[in-house]
């Protein structure tokens, strides 16, 4: 038996464990029982924490990160715990088995059960074999490596559905959490600051090392250099590239040619797990050419008028389609699209060119909480649209105080839908493509900051790294 003292957070230190104010999870375990008894809900909960994945053999594994939901209601991370918490009482139980002795020989030494629990604010401390006992009817929610979900399928003695969304009572628990995890406290908001921070540091060593770098592997080293050298982690593999078309582009292979665009998209995770996401976009030589300058000032209006839209009440699929009009707007007057924009929208002309959303929710995960499928993006009673230029937006919700969002418009030449015969023919009259081939050398520019929604508008916390070009070419000789 442990009490909620919480002392145990200064012993974890020495053991290099991070840990959340016991107050602050205490607080969020609080908000998730209210959360499920408004929902009509009295089962317990059993959230696990996962495992690190093995790369090639048992004993040579991936770098251990805790299953988010794990990391939000208890605060801290270890391999192999669950959590299983009571409504009636709000009584917290923690589940893991101490490592043996032949651990330390490898691992160093392990903080001991009542210890970690202690931190957690926990209530009881048990070990994994006695949780059989405690999870009767508890609602989970699963983990998404496969090897791990197994075990948590054992632990609990049940299957756990892997449809994108949970169902059953799981999914009546994805709800409650993410009624909790939606607006974030200020210790998250905080971790989140102290993420994009340490980004700003990357970013602006990136930009500065574009010039004289001769492959995107060097560019690449030098940003998570910074972000690993101020103790915290990747929040996603980082896109470091020149083929700024592939969206997700995770090879850094490719020499910088002095045409060429650079587009970094690249945050920091902090030792809680809490993210930052910035991209920005420069040119190789130093100096944006006249057709990237024009793309990239079209792709900037629209970025900075969707950031201004950020607000309590707005609807932010409506700020996407804002986006979308204001880039429709500037590729029409640069000769690439014709006719009005407004149609050219309802026609998802744009997407062409953008064919993913403006944004999404950004906090433990960089995309967050999408583990839930669309449970958190898209607001009760709103589905996703099958449409070209709708189908991709992750966020789909009136903002509210307390929510982190991405604003992230782009331009791309993706070949794959550029040169889709189907689309070519529906868009025949409504792009010139001569035009379009002035600007070769433009593939993908994106530019994306992190934006806090508060009481009375937004707060653009990535602000100290500049987008516009003037000052992204000074940074660039500096």
């Known amino acids: 038996m442990v009490t909620k003292s919480g002392l145990g957070q200064f012993e974890l230190a020495q053991f290099g464990i991070a840990t959340t104010p016991v107050e602050v999870v205490r607080d969020r375990r609080r908000r998730l029982v209210q959360a499920l008894q408004k929902l009509g809900a009295d089962f317990p909960i059993a959230l696990c924490s996962s495992r690190a994945p093995a790369k090639n053999f048992p004993a040579n594994c991936h770098y251990f990160r805790a299953s988010s939901h794990f990391l939000y209601f208890a605060g801290l991370g270890i391999e192999n715990a669950v959590i299983v918490l009571e409504p009636q009482g709000d009584h917290l139980t923690l589940f893991w088995d101490e490592p043996g002795p032949g651990a330390a020989l490898w691992h160093g030494p392990e903080p001991s059960r009542d210890q970690v629990a202690a931190a957690m604010g926990a209530d009881e401390a048990r070990s994994l074999g006695n949780l059989h006992k405690f999870i009767d009817g508890a ?8 090897g791990a979900r197994l075990g948590q399928e054992a632990m609990l003695g049940r299957s756990l559905s892997t449809s994108p969304e949970p169902e059953g009572i799981d999914g009546v628990l994805a709800r409650a959490i993410v009624e909790v995890r939606l607006r974030h406290d200020e210790f998250a908001i ?4 102290k993420a994009v ?6 970013h602006t060593l990136g930009i500065q090392r574009t010039r004289n770098s001769p492959i995107e592997s060097q560019v690449c080293a030098a940003m998570e250099a910074v972000i690993y050298s101020n103790q915290c982690g990747m929040a996603y593999n ?3 590239t020149i083929a700024g078309e592939v969206l997700h582009n995770n090879y850094y292979h490719n020499p910088l040619g002095k045409h060429d665009l650079l587009l970094a998209d690249v945050g920091a995770e902090t030792a809680l797990g809490w993210a930052a996401d910035i991209t920005r976009t420069s040119p190789v030589s130093g100096k944006f050419s006249p057709t990237q300058k024009a793309l990239y000032d079209v792709v900037l209006d629209a970025h900075d008028q969707g950031i201004a839209a950020v607000k309590p009440g707005a609807d932010y699929q409506d700020i996407h389609l804002l986006a979308c009009g204001v880039l429709a707007e500037g590729l029409v007057d640069l000769g690439i699209l014709k006719g009005n924009p407004e149609s050219l929208v309802d026609a998802d002309a744009h997407a062409l060119f953008f064919p993913h959303g403006v944004g999404h929710l950004l906090g433990l995960d960089v995309h967050d909480m999408e583990d839930l499928g669309d449970v958190a993006g898209y607001a009760p009673g709103r589905v996703r649209s099958d449409r070209f230029g709708l189908g991709f937006l992750r966020l789909s919700r ?5 929510m982190v969002v991405t604003i992230e418009p782009g331009f791309y030449q993706v070949p794959a839908i550029l040169n889709n015969a189907e689309w070519r023919k529906s868009y025949a009259e409504m792009v010139n493509w001569d035009r379009l ?3 070769s050398d433009v593939r993908g520019i994106r530019i994306e900051d ?4 508060t009481e009375t508008g937004n707060e653009v916390l990535t602000a100290d790294l500049p987008t516009d070009t003037e000052s992204i070419e000074a940074l660039m000789l500096s």
């Open 139 to 146: 609602a989970s929610i699963y983990l998404p490596d496969p």
């Open 190 to 193: 905080a971790e989140i600051k």
């Open 197 to 202: 921070n340490v980004s700003i540091q990357a």
């Open 238 to 240: 980082s896109i470091v």
């Open 398 to 402: 009136i903002l509210e105080p307390g």
């Open 437 to 439: 081939a002035e600007f």
């Open 450 to 453: 992190d934006v806090l929604v």
